[in-house]
């Protein structure tokens, strides 16, 4: 038995730091993704290969535990390790891995790995898993075998996303519904704008126990639950953010009736918005995101927002089709007069889920 999988990375339209605080998210999937090229094989020895990297990592099923394996190999070895705890009969596999996304640039090319490594192995193994759950299981491999606390977001994204759509998805309930996200006329433009992540500036985990500890304070179990910031937060910093967790979850409401009417104008008046707040109020923007957000409408761009959780990574813009050449150049030729690294600029839309290639 062998076949081929696809999974996609995604990117998250409107609603940033809301999933951890059990908010709305609106991910659509991307047309990039990882391909897994499976064989089923019953010696119980699961056998990597990514044309991105090099070399071989044979992995003992037997002997398969979180911890156990380290580097690349932790994401499609630590899916096959939760199935088999989950007591899906696995009984090994050869896995060649190829991707047309860029590794940790924020697109999800982790989860879109494992999406992919979960639908060939139970797929290969006639295991009719529903989608929701193998995305459980992807997320459960990425905590428990590459060490990354991450929500559900982008594995249930690369899962469940469909072609012309964004998938909203509430991170309280889990409950996900498809928003039909249609460009016509208009482009949304990615600036990759080449400062990357601080990761070990600790920002995103200080952000989290901000709003943990803004949580605490008004008695909630998630930030979300809140629907304008209460007097009873007296703390500037923990109201800021709270201001923007309780305005973002309302921007992602807004995003979708302004989807619903076809109001493009309307939709990027709430991504700036978006990345207003993420600046002003939860103050994880950077430099170059800001320059490429003020740039873009001075250029005719509808909105724009940085996206992920900041201090670096990508800016997505949304245009009309006959402004997106200008709106790039503009944000190129203002990089350039400040010295800073030329963007790279592409254009994406919402491409299909996860599906069997061959
Ligand atoms: P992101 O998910 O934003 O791309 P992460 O740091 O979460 O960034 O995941 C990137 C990691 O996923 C890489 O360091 C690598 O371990 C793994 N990975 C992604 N794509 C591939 C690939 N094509 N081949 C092997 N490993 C990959
Ligand atoms: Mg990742």
């Given at each position: 038995m062998t076949g081929v999988w696809y999974a996609p990375g995604r990117i998250n339209l409107i609603g940033e730091h809301t999933d951890y605080n059990g908010g709305l998210v609106l991910p659509f999937a991307l047309g990039s993704g990882v391909t897994v090229s499976a064989a089923r094989r019953d010696d119980r020895l699961l056998v990597l290969r990514s044309a991105q990297l090099p070399g071989v990592v044979t992995v003992p099923l037997d002997e398969l535990s979180p911890g156990r394996i380290t580097g690349w190999a932790a994401y499609p070895a630590g899916v096959a390790g939760v199935l088999r705890a989950a007591g899906y009969p696995i009984a090994g596999a050869t896995l060649s891995i190829d991707s047309d996304l860029p590794r940790g640039a924020g697109l999800s090319s982790s989860a879109a790995l494992e999406c992919a490594t979960a639908l060939a192995l139970t797929r290969l193994y006639g295991l009719r898993v529903p989608r929701t759950e193998l995305a459980r299981y992807a997320q459960q491999a990425e905590h428990e075998y590459a060490g990354t606390p991450c929500g559900i977001m982008d594995q249930a994204a690369s899962l469940l996303c469909t072609e012309g759509h964004a998938l909203l998805m509430d991170c309280a309930s889990g409950a996900t519904e498809q928003v039909p996200l249609d460009l016509a006329g208009h482009v949304l433009l990615l600036v990759?704008?080449?400062?990357?992540?601080?990761?070990?500036?600790?920002g995103y985990a200080r952000r989290r126990g901000e709003c943990e500890e803004a949580a605490r304070l008004l008695g909630v179990?998630?930030?979300?639950?809140?629907t304008e910031v209460p007097a009873?937060?007296?703390d500037p910093v923990l109201r800021r953010r709270t201001d923007h967790v309780v305005t973002e979850n309302d921007r992602v409401r807004r995003a979708i009736e302004f989807l619903r009417a076809g109001d493009a104008a309307g939709l990027g008046r709430v991504l700036t918005a978006s990345h207003r707040s993420l600046r002003d109020l939860y103050e994880v923007s950077w430099p170059a995101a800001d320059v490429t957000v003020d740039t873009a409408l001075d250029a005719g761009a509808l909105g724009g927002r940085m996206i992920g959780g900041g201090f670096g990574g990508s800016v997505l813009l949304l245009a009309t089709l006959d402004r997106a050449d200008d709106v790039a150049g503009s944000v190129s030729g203002a990089y350039a007069a400040r010295g800073l690294a030329t963007p790279v600029i592409t254009r994406v839309s919402p491409g299909p889920g996860a599906y069997r290639r061959s």
């Open positions: 990759d704008t080449r400062s990357p992540h601080v990761l070990s500036d600790g179990s998630a930030l979300s639950e809140v009873a937060l007296p």
